[in-house]
Protein backbone atom coordinates (compact mmCIF):
# COMPACT_ATOMS: atom_id res chain seq x y z
CA UNK A 1 0.00 0.00 0.00
CA UNK A 2 1.33 3.42 -1.24
CA UNK A 3 1.91 5.81 1.43
CA UNK A 4 1.06 9.37 1.85
CA UNK A 5 2.70 12.85 2.72
CA UNK A 6 0.33 15.84 3.90
CA UNK A 7 1.05 18.82 5.94
CA UNK A 8 1.22 18.57 9.60
CA UNK A 9 -1.61 21.77 9.97
CA UNK A 10 -3.06 24.26 8.15
CA UNK A 11 -5.33 27.73 8.53
CA UNK A 12 -8.00 28.61 6.53
CA UNK A 13 -10.55 31.59 6.97
CA UNK A 14 -14.38 31.16 7.67
CA UNK A 15 -16.00 30.93 4.06
CA UNK A 16 -12.29 30.60 1.96
CA UNK A 17 -12.11 27.90 0.11
CA UNK A 18 -9.49 25.31 2.23
CA UNK A 19 -7.22 23.35 -0.17
CA UNK A 20 -5.51 20.06 1.54
CA UNK A 21 -2.04 19.09 -0.38
CA UNK A 22 -0.98 14.93 -0.58
CA UNK A 23 1.73 13.21 -2.13
CA UNK A 24 1.48 9.80 -3.05
CA UNK A 25 4.28 9.33 -5.25
CA UNK A 26 4.10 5.23 -5.15
CA UNK A 27 0.72 5.10 -5.92
CA UNK A 28 0.09 2.05 -8.26
CA UNK A 29 -2.54 1.93 -11.13
CA UNK A 30 -5.23 0.08 -8.89
CA UNK A 31 -5.02 2.22 -5.87
CA UNK A 32 -7.64 4.38 -5.34
CA UNK A 33 -6.91 7.95 -3.24
CA UNK A 34 -9.32 8.54 -0.44
CA UNK A 35 -9.99 11.53 2.21
CA UNK A 36 -11.39 10.99 5.75
CA UNK A 37 -11.97 13.56 8.41
CA UNK A 38 -11.80 13.00 12.34
CA UNK A 39 -13.74 15.76 14.03
CA UNK A 40 -12.25 15.95 17.52
CA UNK A 41 -12.58 11.97 18.35
CA UNK A 42 -15.36 10.99 16.24
CA UNK A 43 -14.85 8.33 14.18
CA UNK A 44 -13.58 8.70 10.87
CA UNK A 45 -15.89 10.56 8.37
CA UNK A 46 -15.97 9.64 4.28
CA UNK A 47 -15.60 12.59 2.12
CA UNK A 48 -14.83 12.05 -1.08
CA UNK A 49 -12.35 9.44 -3.59
CA UNK A 50 -11.17 8.72 -6.48
CA UNK A 51 -9.22 6.48 -9.37
CA UNK A 52 -7.47 9.08 -12.15
CA UNK A 53 -10.37 11.61 -13.06
CA UNK A 54 -11.15 14.83 -10.53
CA UNK A 55 -14.12 14.08 -8.23
CA UNK A 56 -16.83 16.02 -6.93
CA UNK A 57 -19.81 15.75 -4.17
CA UNK A 58 -21.84 17.32 -2.20
CA UNK A 59 -18.44 17.69 0.64
CA UNK A 60 -15.69 18.50 -1.39
CA UNK A 61 -13.69 18.53 -4.76
CA UNK A 62 -10.87 15.96 -5.07
CA UNK A 63 -8.38 16.78 -7.99
CA UNK A 64 -6.00 14.21 -8.72
CA UNK A 65 -2.51 14.88 -10.78
CA UNK A 66 -2.52 13.27 -14.30
CA UNK A 67 0.65 11.47 -13.13
CA UNK A 68 -1.55 10.13 -9.77
CA UNK A 69 1.61 11.19 -7.62
CA UNK A 70 -0.56 13.68 -5.66
CA UNK A 71 -3.91 14.90 -5.18
CA UNK A 72 -5.63 17.72 -3.46
CA UNK A 73 -9.15 17.96 -1.25
CA UNK A 74 -10.82 21.29 -1.86
CA UNK A 75 -13.61 22.01 0.84
CA UNK A 76 -15.12 25.22 -1.16
CA UNK A 77 -16.76 27.24 1.66
CA UNK A 78 -15.10 26.14 4.65
CA UNK A 79 -16.97 26.58 7.70
CA UNK A 80 -16.06 26.21 11.30
CA UNK A 81 -17.45 22.79 11.77
CA UNK A 82 -15.09 21.46 9.22
CA UNK A 83 -12.35 22.57 11.90
CA UNK A 84 -10.61 18.67 11.99
CA UNK A 85 -7.83 15.94 10.89
CA UNK A 86 -7.51 15.51 7.24
CA UNK A 87 -6.55 12.11 6.41
CA UNK A 88 -5.51 11.69 2.60
CA UNK A 89 -5.09 7.34 2.14
CA UNK A 90 -4.22 5.20 -0.49
CA UNK A 91 -6.31 1.81 -0.80
CA UNK A 92 -4.63 -1.39 -2.00
CA UNK A 93 -6.56 -4.08 -3.03
CA UNK A 94 -7.29 -5.48 0.39
CA UNK A 95 -9.09 -2.58 1.37
CA UNK A 96 -7.16 -2.05 3.95
CA UNK A 97 -7.03 2.18 5.02
CA UNK A 98 -3.42 2.80 6.29
CA UNK A 99 -3.84 6.55 8.26
CA UNK A 100 -0.88 8.52 8.55
CA UNK A 101 -1.10 11.77 10.32
CA UNK A 102 -3.12 13.58 8.26
CA UNK A 103 -3.70 17.19 8.36
CA UNK A 104 -4.92 19.00 11.40
CA UNK A 105 -6.94 22.05 9.63
CA UNK A 106 -7.79 24.59 11.31
CA UNK A 107 -10.86 27.08 9.98
CA UNK A 108 -10.92 30.47 12.09
CA UNK A 109 -13.52 33.37 11.82
CA UNK B 1 -31.23 5.00 12.18
CA UNK B 2 -27.06 4.67 12.88
CA UNK B 3 -25.41 3.16 10.19
CA UNK B 4 -22.66 1.64 12.52
CA UNK B 5 -22.91 1.54 15.92
CA UNK B 6 -21.06 0.47 18.90
CA UNK B 7 -21.44 -0.70 22.46
CA UNK B 8 -20.36 0.15 24.96
CA UNK B 9 -19.20 4.31 24.19
CA UNK B 10 -16.97 3.97 27.29
CA UNK B 11 -15.08 1.27 28.73
CA UNK B 12 -13.14 1.52 32.27
CA UNK B 13 -11.93 -1.61 33.58
CA UNK B 14 -8.87 -3.05 36.03
CA UNK B 15 -5.51 -4.81 34.11
CA UNK B 16 -6.14 -8.75 33.65
CA UNK B 17 -9.90 -8.68 33.36
CA UNK B 18 -11.88 -9.94 29.88
CA UNK B 19 -13.93 -7.09 27.96
CA UNK B 20 -16.39 -7.26 24.96
CA UNK B 21 -16.99 -4.64 22.56
CA UNK B 22 -20.12 -5.00 20.04
CA UNK B 23 -20.45 -3.25 16.78
CA UNK B 24 -23.37 -3.67 14.30
CA UNK B 25 -23.97 -2.15 11.03
CA UNK B 26 -27.05 -1.93 9.30
CA UNK B 27 -25.93 -1.30 5.86
CA UNK B 28 -26.16 -4.90 4.58
CA UNK B 29 -22.77 -4.38 3.93
CA UNK B 30 -20.66 -7.77 3.87
CA UNK B 31 -17.08 -6.38 5.43
CA UNK B 32 -16.19 -4.96 9.03
CA UNK B 33 -13.49 -3.84 10.27
CA UNK B 34 -11.34 -3.01 13.78
CA UNK B 35 -9.23 -0.44 14.32
CA UNK B 36 -7.40 1.20 17.05
CA UNK B 37 -6.18 4.34 17.53
CA UNK B 38 -3.60 5.05 20.65
CA UNK B 39 -3.24 8.06 22.19
CA UNK B 40 -0.69 9.51 20.10
CA UNK B 41 -4.05 9.28 17.45
CA UNK B 42 -2.90 7.25 14.84
CA UNK B 43 -5.30 4.82 13.30
CA UNK B 44 -4.20 1.36 12.68
CA UNK B 45 -6.31 -1.41 11.15
CA UNK B 46 -6.63 -4.73 12.83
CA UNK B 47 -8.95 -7.05 11.88
CA UNK B 48 -11.70 -7.28 8.70
CA UNK B 49 -14.29 -9.85 8.41
CA UNK B 50 -15.90 -10.65 5.10
CA UNK B 51 -19.39 -12.59 5.38
CA UNK B 52 -18.07 -13.53 8.64
CA UNK B 53 -14.59 -14.99 7.45
CA UNK B 54 -11.40 -12.88 8.71
CA UNK B 55 -9.50 -11.57 5.98
CA UNK B 56 -7.02 -9.21 7.88
CA UNK B 57 -5.37 -10.01 10.45
CA UNK B 58 -2.50 -7.29 11.70
CA UNK B 59 0.37 -7.78 14.06
CA UNK B 60 -2.60 -8.07 17.20
CA UNK B 61 -1.71 -9.81 20.78
CA UNK B 62 -3.32 -12.88 20.51
CA UNK B 63 -5.86 -11.38 23.89
CA UNK B 64 -7.50 -10.02 21.02
CA UNK B 65 -9.99 -12.18 19.32
CA UNK B 66 -12.89 -10.80 16.98
CA UNK B 67 -16.31 -13.01 16.56
CA UNK B 68 -18.41 -12.41 13.57
CA UNK B 69 -21.56 -14.11 14.76
CA UNK B 70 -23.94 -12.92 11.13
CA UNK B 71 -22.16 -10.60 8.62
CA UNK B 72 -24.06 -7.74 10.35
CA UNK B 73 -21.71 -7.81 13.48
CA UNK B 74 -18.55 -7.63 14.38
CA UNK B 75 -17.09 -8.68 18.09
CA UNK B 76 -14.01 -7.62 19.84
CA UNK B 77 -12.91 -9.83 22.77
CA UNK B 78 -9.89 -8.97 24.68
CA UNK B 79 -8.47 -11.10 27.34
CA UNK B 80 -5.98 -10.30 29.98
CA UNK B 81 -6.34 -6.70 29.80
CA UNK B 82 -3.00 -4.53 29.81
CA UNK B 83 -2.48 -1.03 30.13
CA UNK B 84 -0.99 -0.66 26.88
CA UNK B 85 -4.86 -1.81 25.70
CA UNK B 86 -6.32 1.72 26.64
CA UNK B 87 -7.37 3.33 23.59
CA UNK B 88 -10.40 4.04 21.13
CA UNK B 89 -11.76 1.29 19.21
CA UNK B 90 -13.58 1.70 16.16
CA UNK B 91 -15.56 -0.71 13.85
CA UNK B 92 -16.17 -0.08 10.50
CA UNK B 93 -17.88 -1.88 7.29
CA UNK B 94 -17.78 -1.79 3.60
CA UNK B 95 -19.96 -3.16 0.95
CA UNK B 96 -16.94 -5.74 -0.25
CA UNK B 97 -13.91 -5.03 1.18
CA UNK B 98 -11.98 -4.01 -1.90
CA UNK B 99 -9.88 -0.64 -2.56
CA UNK B 100 -13.48 0.50 -3.97
CA UNK B 101 -15.26 0.00 -1.48
CA UNK B 102 -15.44 3.34 1.10
CA UNK B 103 -15.67 2.77 4.87
CA UNK B 104 -18.17 3.67 7.35
CA UNK B 105 -16.77 4.25 10.42
CA UNK B 106 -18.85 3.58 14.00
CA UNK B 107 -18.95 6.41 17.11
CA UNK B 108 -15.64 4.05 19.01
CA UNK B 109 -15.26 3.03 22.04
CA UNK B 110 -12.75 4.76 24.60
CA UNK B 111 -11.37 1.89 26.37
CA UNK B 112 -9.49 2.80 29.57
CA UNK B 113 -7.38 0.17 31.47
CA UNK B 114 -6.07 1.32 35.37
Known amino acids: DAKTTQPPSMDCAEGRAANLPCNHSTISGNEYVYWYRQIHSQGPQYIIHGLKNNETNEMASLIITEDRKSSTLILPHATLRDTAVYYC??????????FGQGTTLQVKP | DTAVSQTPKYLVTQMGNDKSIKCEQNLGHDTMYWYKQDSKKFLKIMFSYNNKELIINETVPNRFSPKSPDKAHLNLHINSLELGDSAVYFCASSLVGTSADTQYFGPGTRLTVL
Open chain 1, 89 to 98: IVAGNTGKLI
